[in-house]
């Protein structure tokens, strides 16, 4: 019966995990927490940079050492993309050429060290 | 059970027989079992809720202004683009999609799609896609995983190397004894080592031993009947998933619809916003001809009907007032016929006297005895009485003439040539189809709002003045009778209708098309929900009709989702 106990738990846990996709709230950083896989990824932007924050499932800082990353910027009609590399700690940032403006939209693909996807996707207010 | 009543109060060794055979049963019940599991452990509701994505690599992706959707048929994406707020296909956009670093733009397809070509898009695994979108309504930039399974693995290596780790032992015996598929020979096994446990049984010496062996052979097998329900479970590899192209009903109640068929099928959606509308109650009505236009054509006296020269009017026929629609012989009967024969006679036995004296008149005045007006008297007295004589006959041929009361055409007859029909039978009701009424119950006080409207049977809306309400209730119930305005060619006189007349009372909700709603199963309203680009829930609602297109969602449908308005019925039919 332990088959069917998993599968119903698995069951049960799809729609959670539909629900979980997508929520995003605030970080400890002041940027947008994702959910992403194996934990959650805060992105924050300033006017010279932009970064993502990584930690793990309990909000604990992963340290974003071995990890690439490449944001690609729509603003204005062009698409600009930047290159994001560890900055220390948790950090995984690129340089901005000039600061977002509202309705900027910004999507991140990056890759840890241990092989995870992470994808965000980001609109300027 | 029979066996161990019986042994009760038998032999020791008819005591042991027994047992063996309790054991025997239990092994072969022990395998019946896990086959029974097999089936039932092929538990589809993990499986089809993926299988969209199994069949063909998909991409699905929503932004406030677009959904794209990819499939991926070898190298080449095919992307469907709609605007999120109602799902229209957006065509003439320019889309763009950035794989592994290299961005290709997508060519537009005849039929709307867009499609990309990259030998990077079949590579296994997942692949992130930036995709860009400029259309109509802003640009838009989206990033998805694009997973491509990797080529099929050999089958053995799904089934090996799954072992719980809690019980090492048992799980090798129940691997040892469970990997050859049970079959004829595992049953003979079965019963020979059945056999040879009672053999042991019966022997003194043996006993223990085949005690021990019995037991741990029981807990084995059973083991090994459960470990076979659980097999199928963890298999990865999904089991067949036919064209993942089709729409389907997913377990949790939920619609995939890809996107072909929702362009098929022309899904189109609305962002629910709460508006302020007001309430309307819905009130049964017909459709009735206006008094003033038209009417009804009916006998007086009742007889057999003739047709006018035009012939019998026929249903749709329009007239003109006045003109001849039918005409009635009136009956006489056998006593009144003997009345006029006797007055003929009788006006005709005068009218010979008359003349008789008139002859004699005129002979006394040839011979200038008599007067000149005598003559002229008998003369005027013998014209009345031919006259008279005419009427009286002419009573058993001049029959009634029927004519139109109004303008119109025919709407019912009830009549043929011949037949005969009794007073004030209606022989043919004369419409004006321009001018028609309805006329509606309402058990409650009379709404008062103005702005009423009344749906038909077959959807058309119709625009109702209201005429007038009763003072008098009939059967319990206030009368409203309404002019519609421009009636519809098809709208009949009879014709049941659904009147929406305003209540006057204003409340805040939600407002959809009534196409929106449908029924469930259970007759419940419900819409759809347009949950993920190809996924559609169900959402129970509470609704109240605001006119005959419109409905107000009291509960269920919170503001900013996104509710099919068109297509929901064909949606609510895939299974």
């Not at chain 1, 910027?73 to 700690?89: C, M």
């Not at chain 2, 009804?296 to 007889?303: E, T, W």
Request: charged content about 20%; hydrophobic content about 40%.
């Amino acid at each position: 019966m332990k088959p069917s106990i998993l599968a119903l738990a698995l069951v049960l846990a799809l729609p959670v995990a539909a629900n979980a996709q997508g929520h995003s709230h605030k970080g400890p950083n002041g940027g947008e927490l994702v959910d992403v896989a194996g934990g959650h990824a805060e992105f924050v932007d300033t006017p010279t940079e932009i970064a993502l924050h990584l930690s793990d499932e309990d909000g604990k800082p992963v340290p974003a050492k071995g990890a690439t990353g490449k944001a690609t910027i729509l603003s204005g009609g062009k698409t600009e993309t930047v290159d994001l590399a560890p900055a220390g700690g948790a950090k995984l940032a690129g340089a901005l050429t000039k600061p977002l403006a509202s309705g900027d939209k910004v999507v991140v693909s990056a890759r840890t060290a241990d092989g995870r996807k992470i994808q965000v996707r980001h609109v300027e207010r | 059970m029979t066996f161990l009543k019986n042994d009760a109060h038998g032999r020791p060794r008819g005591r042991a027989a027994g047992l063996a055979m309790l054991i025997l049963a239990t092994c072969f019940a022990a395998p019946a079992r896990a086959g029974g599991g097999d089936d039932h452990s092929h538990g589809p509701a993990p499986a089809s809720s993926t299988a969209a994505a199994q069949g063909t690599p998909r991409v699905s992706i929503q932004s406030d202004l677009y959904q794209v959707v990819g499939t991926l048929k070898g190298d080449r994406l095919t992307l469907y683009v709609d605007r999120s707020e109602d799902n229209e296909p957006v065509t003439g956009a320019t889309v763009s999609v950035t794989v592994e670093g290299e961005a290709m733009p997508a060519a537009p397809n005849d039929d709307g799609t867009y499609a990309v070509s990259s030998p990077h898009l079949a590579e296994p695994g997942s692949n992130d896609l930036v995709i860009q979108v400029a259309g109509p309504d802003g640009e838009d930039l989206l990033i998805a995983a694009l997973v491509v399974a990797e080529p099929a693995r050999p089958v053995a290596e799904a089934g090996a190397g799954h072992v719980h780790p809690g019980m090492p032992f048992l799980a090798h015996l129940k691997e040892w004894l469970g990997q050859p598929e049970p079959g004829r020979a595992w049953a003979l096994a079965v019963f020979a080592v059945g056999l040879a446990v009672g053999l042991a049984l019966r022997s003194r010496r043996m006993r223990p031993a085949a005690f021990v062996a019995g037991a741990v052979l029981v807990v084995a097998l059973t083991g090994t009947a459960f470990a076979h329900g659980g097999e199928d479970h963890d298999h990865d590899a999904p089991t067949a998933t036919p064209g993942s192209n089709t729409p389907q009903r997913l377990p949790d109640g939920s619609v995939f619809v890809p996107k072909p068929s929702q362009r098929i099928l022309e899904v189109r959606t609305t962002t629910a916003k709460p508006t302020e509308v007001e309430g309307a109650t819905r009130l049964i009505g017909k459709v009735i001809p206006d008094p003033n236009r038209g009417g009804l054509v009916q006998s007086i006296g009742g007889g057999r009907v003739i047709a006018p020269e035009a012939g019998m009017p026929r249903l749709g026929q329009a007239v003109r007032k006045g003109e001849v629609l039918a005409r009635v012989e009136r009956p006489i009967i056998q006593a009144d016929q003997a009345i006029v024969v006797e007055k003929v006679g009788e006006i005709e036995q005068q009218i010979g006297l008359a003349e008789a004296k008139l002859a004699r008149a005129r002979k006394l005045v040839a011979s200038g005895a008599g007067t000149a007006i005598s003559v002229s008297d008998l003369e005027i007295e013998l014209e009345g009485m031919r006259r008279r004589r005419a009427a009286v006959s002419d009573i058993r041929t001049t029959p009634e003439t029927l004519t139109a009361p109004a303008d119109g055409v025919i709407a019912s007859t009830r009549v043929v040539a011949g037949q005969v029909v009794q007073p004030q039978d209606v022989l043919f009701q004369v419409v004006h189809p321009g001018s028609l009424w309805v006329e509606a119950l309402s058990f409650e006080d009379a709404p008062t709002g103005t702005g009423t409207t009344a749906l038909t049977v077959d959807g058309a809306t119709l625009r109702l003045e209201p005429k007038g309400v009763s003072r008098a209730l009939q059967q319990q119930a206030t009368v409203l009778q309404f002019a519609v305005v421009d009636p519809p060619d098809n709208l009949r006189v009879g014709q049941p209708v659904t009147v929406l007349a305003a209540t006057g009372t204003s409340a805040t909700g939600i407002v959809l098309p009534r196409n929106a709603v449908v029924r469930g199963t259970g007759g419940e309203a419900m819409v759809w929900r347009h949950a993920a680009p190809e996924r559609f829930e169900p959402r129970q609602v509470r609704v109240e009709p605001v006119d005959a297109t419109r409905v107000v969602v009291r509960a269920g449908v919170k503001e900013g989702e996104r509710v099919v308005v068109r297509g929901a019925d064909l949606i609510n039919q895939i299974r």
